[in-house]
């Protein structure tokens, strides 16, 4: 309704439609979805223009009186829709942006109409003169410090890249320990006062966001995303990582949260089990899958000591109450030859090296840059999350041929496939049962390594992903 270019185009579209349309079907159709009064208001537009052949039976059907739609069907026949600027704030436009088929949904948008107004001309400004552009991106992590969700947007941002999609990416606060991502951070700000949405984040956040077309809230960053770039006119995409079921508990942080995904343009899910989740948070919400990408095909060579008999069993994480480490050790240790290596560090390292004993059978290296060497080392990878998204830990052991053990939450199963084995969450001796089963047939091990890396090359591969991602921003940006 706001392209003058595009508008005519519609309306004859509709009009050729018209002739083969059944229009019992389509009226309980838009009916059903509450689409009454916008179908009744193109079609009265493609009557106007175009003299669209569409039966007066069907428009009584159709309208829903409100004052909008009287307003409208007094203002179209007066002009034409197809010539003015759709630059300017005109009154059809808002009366057709403002026309719904409920009260209360109007009263919503019109209450939300002032805030529009403000990036109005700049949303809709277009020169049909100047080629179409990729959109520019903005990425916005939690921290510099390397975890999952750090590595995985600086990953699929190189990529994006390199596809010829600008995207930057810039970190709200700032690590003092560990190693860390190599992106830009907003603040000096340690990462626990993102929580707390400070005021300098959100001042330089909302500074950074303007020039941009698109900006994406990665993981925990959407409410301060959200909050930074209302009234800016720039749409934010929410990436989703993780279970909403988990993080979000309490009637009030739901109700903040279906209103912060409310005010997004649109979800990207890394697995279908996280999808579910916001979809039942946030049924009005467009939500998609669309997975993590991981490199395939490098070589990697192995670290540690040589390879001794027995199970090499690694695990790779926070060492947190989330990931489970003590539920590793307790796994492990009961596994007759096998030894575990621990890559991570996090507040539960004194309770992991108490109950690794005298540290001959676990091994804490402690936080790297690369884990990759690390899968190479190991027999299997071994993970005990109480809820996971999508494991990036699993799909990056997988590209390199090292199969896992995994307790079956959120998306594991889906990361997992055939390259592995997945056991109810929390059933320590279904992990040592597993473990016992590949110590005792490395046939099997060599199997599910061979598949684990197949399914990988076939649902995960980074340039896949990306791909898949910009033309989510492209049509974000152009929408």
């Not at 279904?430 to 089963?437: F, G, K, P, Y």
Request: charged share 30%; no cysteine; glycine share 8%.
């Amino acid at each position: 309704m706001l392209d003058h270019r595009f508008r005519l185009i519609l309306f004859r579209d509709l009009a050729e439609l018209a002739q083969a349309v059944d229009w019992e079907r389509s009226i309980e159709f838009v009916g059903r979805w509450r689409l009454r009064t916008p179908t009744y208001l193109a079609l009265l537009i493609a009557r106007q223009t175009v003299d669209a052949p569409i039966p007066d039976e069907v428009m009584e059907a159709l309208r829903v009186a409100s004052l909008p739609v009287a307003y409208l069907e007094r203002a179209i026949p007066r002009l034409d829709v197809t010539d003015f600027d759709g630059r300017r704030i005109h009154p059809v436009n808002l009366a057709v942006v403002l026309a719904h088929d409920r009260r209360l949904d109007r009263l919503a948008l019109a209450a939300r109409a002032p805030w529009a107004v403000f990036g109005w001309r700049r949303r809709v400004a277009s020169d049909p003169r100047r080629p179409l552009r990729d959109p520019r991106v903005l990425m916005v992590v939690s921290s510099d410090r390397r975890r999952g969700a750090e590595v995985a947007s600086t990953r699929v941002a190189a990529e994006l890249n390199r596809q010829g999609v600008p995207v930057d990416v810039v970190s709200l606060t700032r690590s003092t320990e560990g190693p860390t991502v190599e992106v830009e951070t907003l603040t000096d700000v340690p990462p626990g006062s993102l929580r707390r949405s400070d005021l300098g984040i959100l001042r330089a956040l909302r500074r950074r966001i303007r020039g941009y077309d698109v900006v994406v809230a990665y993981g925990g960053t959407l409410r301060p995303v959200v909050l930074a770039a209302l009234g800016t006119g720039v749409p934010v995409v929410h990436r989703s990582i993780g279970e909403p079921d988990f993080w979000v508990a309490g009637r009030l942080r739901r109700g903040l949260q279906r209103w912060l995904l409310s005010r997004t343009r649109t979800v990207l899910a890394v697995s279908e089990a996280t999808a579910a989740q916001v979809r039942a948070l946030a049924p009005g919400v467009e939500v998609r899958v669309l997975p993590d990408g991981v490199p395939t095909g490098e070589r990697v060579e192995e670290v540690g000591p040589p390879r001794r008999d027995g199970l090499r069993v690694l695990f790779v994480g926070s060492l947190s109450g989330e990931k489970g480490p003590l539920e590793a050790v307790a796994a492990v240790t009961e596994v007759e030859g096998a030894t575990l290596r621990m890559v991570g560090e996090g507040p539960l390292r004194a309770e992991v090296e108490r109950a690794a004993g005298d540290g001959t059978r676990v091994e804490l290296v402690g936080a790297v840059e690369d884990p990759a060497p690390h899968y190479r080392w190991a027999d299997v990878l071994l993970l005990t999350s109480r809820t996971e998204g999508l494991p990036g830990v699993v799909l990056e052991a997988a590209a390199v041929g090292t199969p896992a053990v995994a307790f079956d939450v959120g998306g594991v199963s889906e990361a997992v496939g055939p390259g592995g084995e997945v056991v109810p969450p929390g059933d320590i001796d279904a992990i040592r049962r597993s473990l016992h089963s590949l110590a005792a047939d490395p046939g099997k091990l060599e199997r599910l390594g061979r598949a684990a890396a197949e399914h990988v090359r076939r649902r995960f591969r980074l340039e896949d992903a990306a791909a898949s991602f910009a033309r989510v921003l492209r049509e974000v940006a152009r929408r």
